[in-house]
């Protein structure tokens, strides 16, 4: 079963934001607005972790932390902190109350899913995945490694997390523009051409002679790792 992730965020395109690329790296994902819908959601059901926004109305996010640390059966539930607070006072303030981590707006989405990761690896190990493997192609997240059959696969830093990222969903197409946000961060400001460029590296560094390419093109839409070439490899 994926980790569930509860987003307590009352912020409409920052929860949107947080479920699109939380969704597409194969968490569950639930959303509150206020302290109270988020204690509602873990009376339902306990998350495996959650992202607390800081500033919340009715209950602040510093109060809910609290709360949630003096439970018996949340105390252990890894909670990273969203807030536009990057002073270094209030951080430490954050950590004080019982949040594991602390992540200031505007955030980079890869950054804060390779946080989550960190923290499920040490809260849970099971809930997340170290290789992805589909058809002759593996990837593996704890070594940074991969092969294709029976030889190693040279990539440089951005084309494996392009590979990783496309390996997650095979047969889900990408556009440019998602690449973009998801592989480079939106705080990032690169030319959507620039994905085109990193797809041909990655199509030159997986293929060889006759082997299938896993990378389909989309056209007028993206890209997308071919969910047939589990079939044909």
Not at 123 to 140: H, I, M, Q, R
Not at 161 to 179: A, C, F, I, K, T
Request: hydrophobic fraction near 40%.
């Amino acid at each position: 079963m994926p980790a569930t992730i509860l987003v307590v965020e009352d912020e409409g395109d920052i929860a949107i934001l947080l479920r699109y690329n939380l969704e597409a790296e194969g968490f569950r994902v639930v959303t509150a607005e206020t302290g109270d819908e988020a204690q509602h959601a873990i009376q339902d059901k306990l998350p495996d972790l959650i992202l607390l926004d800081w500033m919340l109305p009715e209950i602040s996010g510093i109060e809910l932390c609290r709360r949630l640390r003096a439970r018996e059966e949340t105390a252990r539930v890894p909670i990273i902190m969203l807030t536009a607070r990057g002073e270094e006072e209030e951080r430490v303030r954050g950590l004080a109350t019982g949040a594991d981590d602390y992540v200031v707006k505007p955030f980079s989405v890869p950054e804060l899913i390779a946080r989550i990761h960190a923290l499920l690896r040490r809260a849970n190990p099971n809930l997340v995945t170290a290789a992805l493997k589909v058809g002759d192609l593996e990837l593996d997240r704890t070594t940074h490694r991969v092969r294709r059959a029976a030889r190693d696969v040279h990539l440089g830093p951005t084309e494996y997390r392009l590979l990783e990222y496309l390996m997650r969903h095979p047969g889900r197409v990408y556009s440019r523009e998602q690449l973009l946000d998801g592989v480079w961060g939106n705080d990032v400001y690169v030319d959507e051409r620039t994905v085109d460029v990193h797809i041909g590296r990655l199509r030159r560094a997986i293929n060889r002679g006759r082997e299938s390419d896993p990378i389909r093109t989309v056209r007028g839409a993206g890209y997308a790792f071919d969910e047939r070439f589990a079939q044909v490899a």
